[in-house]
């Protein structure tokens, strides 16, 4: 997969003959220095942007073949999203932010699953509770919530603790980690933190637009050293 912006003497590479695979209920790390490609791969693998060449798949639909209906569907009952910016809706409480995307997809939650979800976030006393009468973790939580209630394929998280102190980073990390293992859920995840790529089970990363080099079962330590010898290398 590639992905051009611009032409002629203007025109930048984002993503360079980038191939990858996702796998089902596992939590995925992308990574890269600023540049990189990381935000650019995660908008065409969520069908926000469509890549200039090569085909992308969410199980066994072909995501670069729908047209915008067909794509609004698919975000709406294959996609779930975590944004840095918890794009709450201010006027609704917690229980209605979480509830928003199934109420407008006509959509019944499984009152189980929701049960679930909220007991593992922690915000059964603040589901009555509007964003602006919560933390920014509690915020975070309770989007991350919404993107699971509707039991999404595969979920996208864009810097989901880079708003966060690091207490309340740890919490939506440890939810999300919770989340692939107590729910099977599958998780993307672009970070520049090793701390939170510590707590998936895989980290990719990219450089200059390509997959340069992966991590199974990651620490902190292990990609924080692995980032450093890019660093380095990238200087030389």
């Not at 670069?64 to 809706?89: A, E, M, P, Y």
């Not at 209605?96 to 939650?109: F, Q, T």
């Not at 976030?121 to 989007?143: D, F, I, K, N, T």
């Amino acid at each position: 997969m590639t992905m051009a912006y611009g032409e002629d003497d203007a025109r930048v590479l984002a993503l360079d003959g980038v191939s990858l695979e996702l796998f089902e209920g596992e939590f995925t790390a992308v990574m890269g220095p600023s540049g990189s490609g990381k935000s650019t791969l995660m908008h065409c693998l969520a069908a926000l942007e469509t890549p200039t060449s090569g085909r992308v798949f969410i199980g066994d639909i072909e995501v670069s073949s729908l047209d915008d209906k067909r794509l609004t569907r698919l975000r709406r009952d294959h996609i779930g999203f975590i944004f840095q910016s918890f794009n709450l809706v201010p006027t609704l409480t917690a229980r209605e932010n979480i509830m928003l995307p199934a109420s407008i997809a006509g959509r019944k939650v499984d009152q189980e699953l929701f049960d679930d979800v909220i007991d593992a976030v922690g915000l059964r006393e603040r589901l009555g509770h509007r964003p602006s009468q919560l933390s920014g973790g509690q915020q975070q939580r309770v989007a991350c919530a919404r993107a699971l209630v509707t039991q999404p394929d595969i979920i996208f998280a864009d810097e989901p603790t880079g708003n966060l102190d690091s207490r309340s980073g740890e919490e939506v990390l440890s939810f999300l980690r919770r989340s692939v293992d107590r729910l099977g859920q599958t998780i993307v995840m672009v970070t520049h933190d090793p701390v939170a790529a510590g707590f998936t089970d895989r980290v990719v990363f990219l450089a200059d637009g390509r997959v340069v080099d992966e991590m199974r079962e990651p620490t902190s330590e292990r990609v924080l050293d692995r980032m450093k010898a890019f660093d380095a290398a990238a200087r030389r």
